[in-house]
């Protein structure tokens, strides 16, 4: 199929690159996941709202690193659109849970998400570092709050250049995080269905798997 050919790859760089995890999973006033999970004490806190903010977690931000694959299929699933794709992901909250930065890699690619809650809601507005994408993702309960950690969510995504729509769930399993998410083309036709399978890891773990995917 044409389709398939000519755009199956630029859908697989959008859902698993700018959109990689597309999921947040931070919960302050719960320790977060256990060990993968940092506090830091910095006096100063600031919104991470930049790059530059982004990489260097102030006071009461939490921080979260997750590992897992992502595999694009036909919308029914039952044909594989190229192998699985291995993703590594880090997720910084501010303090109070108002903004995330979300970092992914795919070897050595990096792409950045950057999602801010609406005033008084459980919904954020995301869009990536390359304007590829903007929607809403919606948690169950605050991030913040009790629970927040292990929120179920959902979301509603729009590709900028009018190629089409992306729109899922995602639920934990343990520390597994599970996602399925459906693009549609711009018709609404469904033209293909992502699966990630992602798991809490130390930042260790994170460390030595991004020297490790770093390496030629």
């Given at each position: 199929?044409?389709?398939?050919r000519?755009?199956v790859?630029?859908v697989?760089?959008?859902l698993?690159?700018?959109?990689?995890?597309?999921?947040?999973?931070?919960?302050?006033?719960c320790?977060?996941?256990g060990?993968?999970t940092?506090?830091?004490?910095?006096?100063?806190?600031?919104a991470?709202e930049?790059?530059?903010?982004?990489e260097?977690?102030?006071?009461?931000?939490?921080?979260?690193?997750l590992?897992?694959?992502?595999?694009?299929?036909?919308?029914?699933?039952?044909?594989?659109?190229g192998?699985?794709?291995?993703i590594?992901?880090?997720w910084?909250?501010?303090?109070?849970?108002?903004a995330?930065?979300?970092?992914?890699?795919?070897g050595?690619d990096?792409?950045?998400?950057?999602?801010?809650?609406?005033?008084?809601?459980?919904?954020?507005?995301?869009?990536?570092?390359a304007?590829?994408?903007?929607?809403?993702?919606?948690?169950?309960?605050?991030?913040?709050?009790?629970?927040?950690?292990?929120?179920a969510m959902?979301?509603?995504?729009r590709?900028?250049?009018?190629?089409?729509?992306?729109?899922?769930?995602?639920?934990?399993e343990?520390?597994?995080?599970?996602?399925d998410k459906?693009?549609?083309?711009?018709?609404?036709?469904?033209?293909?269905?992502i699966?990630?399978?992602?798991?809490?890891i130390?930042?260790?773990?994170?460390?030595?798997?991004r020297?490790?995917?770093?390496?030629?």
């Amino acid at each position: 199929m044409p389709w398939r050919r000519e755009r199956v790859e630029m859908v697989r760089r959008v859902l698993l690159g700018c959109f990689s995890v597309g999921v947040i999973a931070f919960s302050p006033a719960c320790g977060g996941a256990g060990p993968s999970t940092e506090k830091t004490t910095d006096p100063a806190p600031q919104a991470a709202e930049t790059t530059q903010a982004a990489e260097t977690t102030q006071a009461a931000e939490t921080v979260q690193h997750l590992r897992g694959e992502a595999i694009t299929t036909s919308p029914d699933g039952a044909t594989p659109y190229g192998p699985p794709k291995a993703i590594l992901a880090r997720w910084v909250m501010s303090a109070g849970g108002d903004a995330l930065v979300e970092d992914a890699w795919h070897g050595a690619d990096h792409f950045r998400s950057v999602f801010t809650r609406r005033p008084g809601g459980l919904v954020y507005d995301v869009a990536d570092d390359a304007k590829t994408f903007n929607g809403t993702v919606t948690f169950a309960v605050t991030p913040e709050g009790a629970g927040g950690d292990r929120a179920a969510m959902t979301y509603e995504i729009r590709m900028t250049d009018g190629s089409g729509t992306l729109t899922g769930t995602a639920e934990w399993e343990a520390d597994v995080l599970k996602t399925d998410k459906l693009f549609s083309d711009g018709t609404q036709t469904a033209r293909a269905r992502i699966r990630e399978s992602l798991k809490v890891i130390t930042q260790a773990e994170f460390d030595a798997a991004r020297a490790g995917s770093a390496s030629p």
